[in-house]
């Protein structure tokens, strides 16, 4: 890694407020924890507002903008791929989303690494025939109540063919590579719940908030479901 490319890895490690050793640096970096305080000292004296000192740890003060930055040849590659993703398993406003963000990566990207991005899009693939667009759909909704803390009134249709009426709490998304499944906190059930997209026969957003700002809920789920893997 270049030392330039590496100052800016310690800026986007140390930009989201907590306190990290140079070991902690040096070990994701894979270099001595002597470069690492070479390298802290080389971006306060640049004017980085790192606070902090040797054997305690350091953050960046709060409100820093990171400068622009310019991608290499595989973090492109990787992020038309994770594009195609988006737009082949997720919901189409998220589709639509990462299909922009590409345009506006490609209106300013210089001609070598054009040329490289046009060659990824003919070479990686995302069918979508396996996730069609109106089974994924219901997802904006479910985007939406985890996004604003609002509650979901749902006609969820089980796989033995039961259908019920129920009220959840949104709390994540997640991906199998077959399906899409929400963990939540089922009000019918009093207890955390894992639910198929694509068996949501109706979504509608409730009027009532619910709390997982710091996703405690979230990770008291993630916790219970590894724990049911577990055992």
């Known amino acids: 890694m270049r030392p330039a490319d590496r100052l800016f890895q ?4 140390l930009r989201n407020g907590r306190v990290l050793t140079a070991r902690a640096l040096a070990e994701a970096l894979e270099v001595s924890e002597r470069t690492i305080y070479r390298d802290i000292a080389d971006l306060i004296g640049s004017g980085a507002p790192i606070d902090g000192e040797a054997g305690v740890g350091y953050r960046l003060r709060r409100g820093y903008q990171v400068p622009p930055l310019m991608f290499t040849g595989d973090e492109l590659e990787a992020l038309v791929i994770g594009a ?5 398993y997720g919901d189409p406003a998220l589709g639509k989303a990462a299909a922009q963000a590409i345009a506006r990566i490609e209106a300013v990207l210089p001609r070598a690494l054009e040329e490289r991005l046009a060659g990824s899009d003919l070479r990686f693939c995302a ?6 667009a109106p089974l994924r759909e219901p997802m904006t909704l479910l985007r939406e109540g985890m996004e604003k803390g609002l509650k979901l009134e749902v006609r969820y249709r089980r796989e033995d063919g039961e259908v019920s009426l129920r009220t959840l709490w949104p709390l994540g998304l997640v991906f199998w590579g077959r399906c899409w499944t929400l963990g939540a906190w089922c009000e019918l059930r009093q207890g955390f719940r894992t639910f198929r997209v694509d068996r949501f026969e109706a979504v509608a957003i409730g009027g009532e908030r619910f709390d997982d700002r710091y996703g405690e809920l979230w990770r008291a789920y993630l916790a219970k479901a590894q724990g049911e893997c577990g055992s």
């Open 84 to 88: 195609k993703l988006v737009q082949a």
């Open 127 to 132: 069918p979508d025939f396996m996730h069609p």
């Open 10 to 13: 310690i800026i986007l490690m």
